[in-house]
């Protein structure tokens, strides 16, 4: 079965590093469009960034310029460096796999990220 779970969450002081990694099993990594989303209290969950199969990114206007989304094929694991981190960013953080030419969709069980002082 597909298994997506993340890792590196934690409380950061604001203009802190954090980062996020998310270990994928059971699929065939490769193919798959890999992303991080989140979702703060009482909000509604949002695309942070995405990585594509062939290595294209995009990012949150959000978060541009301050996170970086990168994949390691080899190690089945997406990333999300965390810089410049801000109050705001405070939030659960889940790791996603699609594959849409199959409709596969993946999600993580999420990781907690709290930035404060």
């Known amino acids: 079965q597909v298994q997506l779970v993340e890792s590196g969450g934690g409380l950061v002081q604001p203009g802190g590093s954090l980062r996020l990694s998310c270990a994928a099993s059971g699929m065939t990594f490769s193919i798959y469009t890999m992303a991080w989303y989140r979702q703060a209290p009482g909000k509604q969950r949002e695309l942070v960034a995405r990585?594509?199969?062939?290595?294209?990114?995009n990012y949150a206007d959000s978060v541009k310029g301050r996170f970086t989304i990168s994949r390691d094929n080899a190690k089945n694991t997406v990333y999300l460096q965390m810089g410049s981190l801000k109050p705001e960013d405070t939030a659960v953080y889940y790791c996603n796999a699609q594959y849409i030419p199959r409709s596969y969709d993946h999600w993580g069980q999420g990781t907690q990220v709290t930035v404060s002082s």
């Open positions: 990585v594509t199969n062939d290595g294209s990114t």
